[in-house]
């Protein structure tokens, strides 16, 4: 479900909470839930098309590595440290916004598919 650590996140990270990486591996610790930082997540690189198709997924790692950094996120988020975790680099013109609803500060974000737009599993 990948509507679950995302919605994690959120709470976390709009609560100021503390998330955690260890060894590719994000730890929720108040709740003692982790995920694999490669765990798909409903938010896209960029504004998905019609029926969400188009635009790349990020994962849990890409998403808690701009939660973690926030404004230095672009001198922080190095190649080395995004390949370790397997993440995708979000491009600036998507930062602010999607770090405002990863913050809790917005509900809404044109990056997040809604479950009902996502392709059926093949």
């Given amino acids: 479900d990948s509507h679950g650590p995302l919605e994690l996140l959120r709470a976390y990270a709009s609560a100021g909470r503390r998330i955690d ?14 995920y694999p930082a490669s765990t798909p ?23 808690w590595l701009l939660v973690s950094l926030q404004d230095r996120y672009e001198e922080r988020a190095t190649d080395m440290k995004l390949a370790h975790l397997g993440a995708t680099r979000i491009e600036p013109t998507y930062r602010r916004i999607l770090l405002s609803f990863l913050q ?9 598919l809604s479950p009902a737009t996502l392709p ?3």
């Avoid at 990486?21 to 982790?34: A, E, L, S, Y």
């Avoid at 809790?104 to 997040?112: A, Y």
């Fill in 21 to 34: 990486c260890c060894n590719r591996t994000i730890i929720f610790q108040d709740d003692g839930v982790q």
């Fill in 41 to 63: 997540t409903l938010v896209c690189a960029r504004p998905p098309g019609r029926a969400g198709r188009g635009a790349p997924r990020l994962n849990l790692g890409s998403l």
């Fill in 104 to 112: 809790g500060k917005t509900d809404e974000c044109s990056l997040v």
């Fill in 120 to 122: 059926p599993a093949s």
